[in-house]
């Protein structure tokens, strides 16, 4: 069974950093492609970062780009966020999702930047 | 930068097609992929390349694609099938978005 398992969530002040984790497994971690997507509360979900399969190739949206790190490690099965200077509109949920196509999604781990 | 657009709102009665559309300049060049997100719930990938069901998502989901416009259907709409719905693309070969997501409700 594929299962994807976040944790590192929390709160944190403004300006603080946070490293959110997603843990693999049921399937060959290192095969596939990884992307963090987010969701505010009540609003929408936010694609955030992409890592390909072998980690060579990344890609984030504008609203992170020279804050956040995305990387994955084959050896623990993990891909990881690290989200530093991180202000209020970063709150929210934090899913890890497998492939391009999004087609398994963990339960997701809570952020909340507050002072 | 691209964007996905969705109606914020659907109602359908029980048993009858709900559609939900998704609009972006010239989508029909790209693949488009649906979730269904249920209320306090992780979403689930309902289609993917524009028309195919993954193993497991009933028959009665189908998609679309051509022109500026995707669309979900649902035929024979069930209780079950509230919730909130986005599309998703690769906006550019960097960058993935989503659009802003449908609430589908059954009266």
């Known amino acids: 069974e594929v299962q994807l398992m976040e944790s590192g969530g929390g709160l944190v002040q403004p300006g603080g950093s946070l490293r959110l984790s997603c843990v693999a497994s049921?399937?060959?971690?290192?095969?596939?492609?990884f992307n963090w997507v987010r969701q505010a509360p009540g609003k929408g979900l936010e694609w955030v970062a992409y890592i390909s399969s072998s980690g060579n190739t990344i890609y984030y949206a504008d609203s992170v780009k020279g804050r956040f790190t995305i990387s994955r490690d084959i050896a623990k099965n993990s891909l990881y966020l690290q989200m530093n200077n991180l202000g209020a509109d970063d709150t929210g949920v934090y899913y890890c999702?497998?492939?391009?196509?999004?087609?398994?999604w963990g339960q997701g781990t809570r952020v909340t930047v507050s002072s | 930068s691209y964007e996905l657009i969705q109606s914020p709102s659907v109602s359908v009665s029980p048993g009858q097609t709900a559609s939900i559309t998704c609009s972006g300049d010239t989508l029909g060049d790209k693949y488009v992929y649906w979730y269904q997100q249920k209320a306090g719930q992780s979403p689930v990938l309902v289609i993917y390349q524009d028309i195919k069901r993954p193993s497991g998502i009933p028959e009665r989901f189908s998609g679309s694609n051509s022109g500026n416009t995707a669309t979900l259907t649902i035929s024979g709409t069930q209780a079950i099938d509230e919730a909130d719905y986005y599309c998703q693309a690769w906006g550019s070969s960097t960058s993935i978005v989503f659009g802003g997501g449908t609430k589908l409700t059954v009266l």
């Open positions: 999702a497998r492939h391009q196509a999004f087609d398994y």
């Open positions: 049921g399937f060959t971690f290192s095969h596939f492609e």
